[in-house]
């Protein structure tokens, strides 16, 4: 028997399969419709809205980036919508650190400021009077990286 590797990612377990109505299927081509053809997929979704394992076959096709077929009563479109939203929830952990990153980043710019540094007040400023973007947040981050070499 091997040692896992640390880190490494366990696939998601697969004993839910057997029990999904999808299993005792005869037409498995119904599961992998082609792109065109919606009505197959919703056949399949239709089959899928009765099954007792739906929620843990989506949890298998979202974990592993399945980009075909009909998985948990989605297709490949739907998934990438759902995963996107999945990732945007953050544990309270991950946010307490990216909070604390911020604080950090933050302070170093104030620092640098304090010391003279006319960039670091230039920015400063613009943050406390430009709203959030995108755009922003990264030349925000940009500029705490060298604020902080600078130190």
Same mark, same amino acid.
């Given at each position: 028997?091997?040692?896992?590797?640390? !880190?490494? #990612?366990?696939?998601?377990? &697969?004993?839910?399969?057997?029990?999904?109505? +999808?299993? /005792?299927?005869?037409?498995? @081509?119904?599961?992998?419709?082609?792109?065109?053809?919606?009505? !197959?997929?919703? #056949?399949?979704?239709?089959? +899928?809205?009765? +099954?007792?394992?739906?929620?843990? +076959?989506?949890?298998?096709?979202?974990?592993?980036?399945?980009?075909?077929?009909?998985?948990?009563?989605?297709?490949?479109? =739907?998934? @990438?919508?759902?995963?996107?939203?999945?990732?945007? &929830?953050?544990?309270?952990?991950?946010?307490?650190? #990216?909070?604390? /990153?911020?604080?950090?980043?933050?302070?170093?710019?104030?620092?640098?400021?304090? /010391?003279?540094?006319? =960039?670091?007040?230039?920015?400063?400023?613009?943050?406390?009077?430009? #709203?959030?973007?995108?755009?922003?947040?990264?030349?925000?981050?940009?500029? /705490? &990286?060298?604020?902080?070499?600078?130190?």
């Amino acid at each position: 028997m091997s040692a896992a590797t640390p !880190g490494a #990612k366990r696939a998601p377990s &697969r004993a839910w399969m057997r029990h999904g109505l +999808c299993a /005792a299927s005869s037409t498995p @081509d119904l599961w992998f419709p082609e792109p065109a053809q919606r009505d !197959g997929a919703a #056949k399949a979704k239709a089959v +899928c809205r009765a +099954c007792p394992v739906r929620s843990e +076959c989506l949890a298998y096709a979202l974990a592993l980036g399945i980009r075909h077929g009909v998985w948990g009563g989605t297709v490949p479109e =739907e998934r @990438d919508g759902r995963k996107a939203r999945r990732d945007r &929830r953050m544990d309270p952990a991950a946010r307490k650190r #990216k909070t604390e /990153a911020e604080r950090k980043r933050r302070r170093r710019l104030r620092a640098a400021a304090a /010391a003279g540094n006319p =960039e670091a007040a230039q920015r400063l400023e613009r943050e406390r009077t430009r #709203k959030r973007t995108a755009e922003s947040l990264a030349a925000a981050r940009q500029g /705490a &990286r060298t604020a902080g070499a600078a130190s």
